[in-house]
């Protein structure tokens, strides 16, 4: 069983040091009474002469025409702001118990109730089909989590996973004998599952630091691993190291052919299960392509969508260099990205009122809003709870059609395409799978997760596997979430002050772990809510995710639909209606193997039973299509 998270590079690993030196030197200088618990709840700490400040990169005076790898030098006076490996800020200080590092308690200063003994007993698994939403929304939902947020845990000096529990996790590890990172998620005797294995100990490490960017001194901050903007960085990779070893002559990204069709290139790092014969592993941008089946779907997609825009480019404009293809091509690939997030996946997850409070909506033309004073890097209220919501709208099951016969070929429990991406070789599956993921329903958010992520996540082999929800709200934990109610009262929301005001069944599942509604950890708060009008997420997910896309847009200079007096890279705006033009459903089509996939629902993350949404064929007026000869370079 393996968690995906990994660390980068030499740069990476120098600002993990930096980080735990100034972790430490906080705790220093705590202990020391030379810093005031006010200065570490605000981060105000200005000790400018700490252990370690992140160098800054040297960016071109003039902007570059193309985002930079590792997302350095988007914003001009704060050229580390959402790069790779820097810090995820907070909407919230802190509730750590010390104030910079150690677990929260209860608001009565107790331990907390175990994260399994949460998850099992306020989380279910029932099944809620969404009346409206498909399964591609959920997975396109973790593409884009992939690109924006990638927490990276704490390994052994050689690189190693830390094992926080004794041998196959009957108990926790004796305290002297404990990594400092770890914090295992201790499980119950009575746990319903878990006890017939005798399994008494879920394995968690605590998510690496990085430096502040302001190299203050004050409370842990965790380091984000992927560049914060959507950007394709899981695609395209982070390092240039990392980006040349993807890249093919003629300006393409490598593929491995397989009966004449191209997938993404494989590799021989060891996260798949590869011991059946013609088993394989794909390589991608950020190395988290297998983790499920699905999800290596779309990295194929996106990845074959990379091939097809840049041969056409070629085409049309024969004296680019190759490395002129690759990068406009990657410029024109991130605007799509953008666009389908922004015009399509946003407001089908927010609902219409929010997306207009937050002024998330898309227009023809250029839009106004960059914002030099916003800070885009992901908050850890997004990245370790609201975002997470996705983890309810799993199912547990992957039903892949025969289309042909029109009848179910094969119904896939899910922790059999874990780190096993190998039937994306069998000849119909990829037009089969994308068939099936736009007909079957996602799951509603609510408090019920599958038992395909709660129970048997990367179970591998072994007869369990690990739980999801219990990682997510230890998470929460470890990066100092501050209890539900304070997100709601920040939300301009009432706080629960009574378990009573929960249905009378939530409330007895509450009151049976929390001691009190002040307790409540954030991502199971928000999973309770009841959906936004025209939305899936609760008001208070709602709130931090319109929060987070705000700041993307804003504190993003590169945005897709800025124009030349902020975006050097903007698009003329013959180019920008075009890219305007694209949505998934279009990039399914043209990116399909077409033997059996031939027709497509309009809007790609809809149910094609719903009332206008009907598949129709590719070649449909229905279907954009995007004119690629306005990228004609004159
Ligand atoms: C399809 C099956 C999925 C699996 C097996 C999966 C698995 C995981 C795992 C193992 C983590 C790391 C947990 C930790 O150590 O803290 C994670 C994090 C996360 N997941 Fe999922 N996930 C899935 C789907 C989704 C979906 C559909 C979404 C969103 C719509 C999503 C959003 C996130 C986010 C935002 C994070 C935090 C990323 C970070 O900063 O580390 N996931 N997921
Ligand atoms: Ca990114």
């Known amino acids: 069983m393996k968690m995906s998270t990994v660390i980068y590079d030499e740069r990476a690993k120098e600002l993990a040091r930096g980080g735990l030196l100034n972790m430490f030197a906080a705790q220093e200088l705590k202990s020391r009474q030379a810093i005031s618990d006010d200065e570490l709840a605000l981060g105000l700490a200005d000790h400018t002469d700490g252990p370690y400040c992140p160098p800054l990169p040297s960016c071109p005076s003039t902007g570059s025409r193309y985002r930079t790898l590792r997302g350095e030098c988007n914003n001009i006076k704060n050229p580390n702001w959402g790069a790779a490996n820097s810090a995820f800020e907070r909407l919230l200080p802190p509730d750590y118990n010390d104030g910079i590092w150690a677990i929260r308690k209860s608001s009565s200063d107790l331990p907390l109730p175990s994260s399994r003994t949460v998850s099992h007993r306020i989380l279910l698994d029932t099944s809620n089909p969404s009346r409206t939403h498909n399964l591609m929304f959920m997975q396109f939902g973790q593409f884009i989590a992939h690109d924006i947020s990638a927490g990276v845990i704490y390994t052994a000096g050689d690189n190693k996973p830390i094992s926080c529990c004794t041998g196959d996790g009957e108990a926790p590890l004796p305290p002297h004998l404990q990594h400092w990172a770890c914090a295992p ?68 990204l490598k593929v491995f052919k397989d009966y004449g069709r191209d997938l993404p290139p494989s590799t021989d790092r060891k996260e798949c299960l590869t011991d059946k014969e013609g088993a394989v592993c794909f390589d991608s941008g950020d190395n988290h392509a297998n983790q499920i089946l699905s999800l290596t779907v779309l990295h194929t997609i996106w990845t074959r969508e990379h091939n097809r825009v840049a041969r056409i480019l070629a085409k049309l404009n024969p004296k680019w260099t190759e490395d002129t293809v690759f990068m406009e091509t990657r410029r024109i690939l991130q605007a799509e990205f953008q666009h389908i997030i922004y015009n399509e996946w946003l407001p089908l997850l927010l609902g219409p009122q929010i997306m207009r409070e937050f002024q998330l909506l898309t227009f023809p033309g250029y839009s106004p809003g960059y914002d030099p004073q916003v800070n885009p890097s992901l908050t850890v209220e997004f990245s370790a709870a609201a975002m997470r919501f996705g983890h309810s709208i799993v199912d547990g099951k992957i039903m892949v059609p025969n289309p042909k016969s029109g009848e179910i070929y094969e119904s896939i429990s899910i922790p059999e395409i874990m780190h096993q991406p190998s039937r994306l070789r069998l000849l119909p599956f990829l037009d089969r799978i994308l068939i099936g993921l736009s007909m079957q329903p996602m799951q509603s958010v609510d408090p019920f997760v599958t038992e395909g992520l709660s129970r048997y996540m990367f179970r591998g082999v072994k007869p369990y596997g690990l739980d999801l929800a219990a990682i997510n709200i230890q998470r929460g934990r470890d990066v100092g979430l501050r209890p539900y109610n304070h997100y709601r009262r920040l939300c301009g929301l009432k706080p629960f002050t009574d378990f009573k005001q929960f249905s009378p069944i939530t409330a007895q599942r509450l009151s049976s772990v929390y001691q009190s509604p002040e307790d409540i950890d954030l991502w199971i708060g928000g999973l309770l809510e009841a959906p936004v009008e025209g939305g899936v997420v609760g008001p208070t997910f709602a709130n931090i995710i319109a929060d987070q896309f705000t700041r993307l847009k804003k504190g993003d200079r590169y945005f897709y639909d800025y124009g030349s007096n902020i975006n050097p890279g903007a698009f003329t705006p013959s180019q920008l209606a075009e890219i305007k033009k694209v949505t998934f459903s279009s990039l399914l089509c043209d990116n399909r193997d077409g033997k059996e996939f031939t027709s497509q629902t309009p809007n790609a993350f809809l149910r094609p039973d719903l009332p206008g949404n009907e598949p129709v064929p590719c070649d449909s007026p229905l279907i954009s299509k995007v004119d690629l000869t306005k990228f004609r370079d004159i």
């Open 185 to 252: 998620i201790q499980v119950e005797p009575n746990d319903p599952f878990f006890d017939h294995f005798q399994h008494r100990c879920i394995n968690f490490v605590r998510a690496q630091l990085s430096p502040a960017g302001d190299c203050s001194i004050g409370y842990a901050k965790q380091m984000n691993g992927a560049t914060h903007y959507p950007d394709l960085s899981h695609i395209y990779g982070s390092t240039k190291e990392k980006t040349d070893s993807l890249r093919a002559p003629g300006g393409l």
